[in-house]
């Protein structure tokens, strides 16, 4: 399989607004399928402590048939890695503490899923906190719960670290089928995405790969069999976001193989789309962000 970055084009479509592309007059419709489920969702952060000092915590939240469950990995060490399964009867601790050492940093992990409340997917969607203090500082906090738990463990002169959500990942699997919701950044506001893929007035004969933001269409691709690889630059919230897809593995490798659905803002001033860069760039201030979808299909 050739590398992805050789296949995009230099030059991008831009288009003012998602709902002023030439495809705004078609609404992206919810067909008869169900959405594909969620097997694995991972939130990376990028933490900036007040000594200057950077890294990343990366958050993966897992549901498959043996159970479900929360990982926390902290920078490039392996063994620094905090799990909890919230079904294995003898592993489960829905409610707890635990101090970590990582390289000369004194990590605490606070959480709380004893009332967490899911959906489909893995990742719960309120009743739950997590918190992690790195050095005595506030270095991540995710959960409705979670200023509550702030304001009664910690002193209000608690200094708290600089964090932004660089790239989210979902891993998907069933029918052609993929709905979520993203916040492209910190300002903006909940967009929701729907991808999918379906043959022309539903004849699979000829597949068209659709992507619908907001139920509007920003992208349709024909003949997908052969455009199985490609990008359009969109403008929302003021960004300008790359969607890129290839769907190479749907058509030659059905087996093991998944489609991949990239959303990366970038700034006005870069010249080219970049998929792959370092995820901590230490000598610039502007945060960019990723949604990566990696989705599997039923055979």
């Known amino acids: 399989m050739r590398d992805i970055v050789s296949c995009f084009s230099e030059n991008a479509v831009n288009v003012s607004h998602s709902s002023c592309s030439s495809y705004s007059s078609n609404v992206c419709i919810s067909p008869s399928l169900e959405t594909s489920v969620q097997n694995a969702v991972t939130g990376i952060y990028k933490v900036i402590l007040s000594n200057e000092k950077q890294f990343l915590i990366r958050v993966t939240w897992c549901k498959n048939q043996t159970g479900q469950g929360l990982s926390i990995n902290f920078g490039d060490d392996p063994s620094t890695c905090f799990k909890v399964n919230t079904n294995l009867r003898f592993f489960r601790k829905k409610k707890g503490s635990k101090v970590i050492e990582s390289g000369h940093s004194k990590i605490e992990v606070f959480w709380d899923l004893s009332t967490a409340k899911y959906d489909a997917g893995?990742?719960?969607?309120?009743?739950?906190?997590?918190?992690?203090?790195?050095?005595?500082?506030?270095?991540?906090?995710?959960?409705?719960?979670?200023?509550?738990?702030?304001t009664k463990k910690l002193k209000t002169t608690t200094p708290a670290a600089k964090v932004s959500l660089i790239s989210r990942q979902e891993h998907c699997s069933g029918n052609t089928l993929y709905s979520t919701k993203v916040q492209f950044c910190d300002t903006g506001i909940v967009h929701d995405i729907l991808i999918r893929c379906s043959g022309e007035h539903d004849d699979l004969k000829h597949p068209v790969l659709s992507v619908c933001i907001d139920k509007k269409t920003?992208?349709?691709?024909?003949?997908?069999?052969?455009?199985?690889?490609?990008?359009?630059?969109?403008?929302?919230?003021?960004?300008?976001?790359?969607?890129?897809?290839?769907?190479?593995?749907?058509?030659?490798?059905?087996?093991?193989?998944?489609?991949v659905f990239m959303f990366k803002t970038r700034s006005g001033l870069d010249s080219r789309l970049w998929l792959e860069e370092k995820l901590v760039q230490k000598d610039q201030d502007r945060v960019e962000f990723s949604l990566l979808i990696y989705a599997c299909k039923s055979t």
């Open 122 to 150: 893995p990742e719960p969607v309120d009743g739950f906190y997590i918190l992690v203090m790195v050095d005595s500082e506030i270095g991540l906090i995710l959960g409705d719960m979670a200023e509550e738990t702030v």
């Open 218 to 259: 920003v992208i349709r691709v024909k003949r997908l069999q052969w455009n199985f690889r490609g990008n359009q630059t969109i403008f929302v919230d003021g960004l300008l976001v790359d969607l890129m897809w290839d769907v190479h593995d749907w058509f030659f490798n059905p087996a093991s193989g998944s489609a």
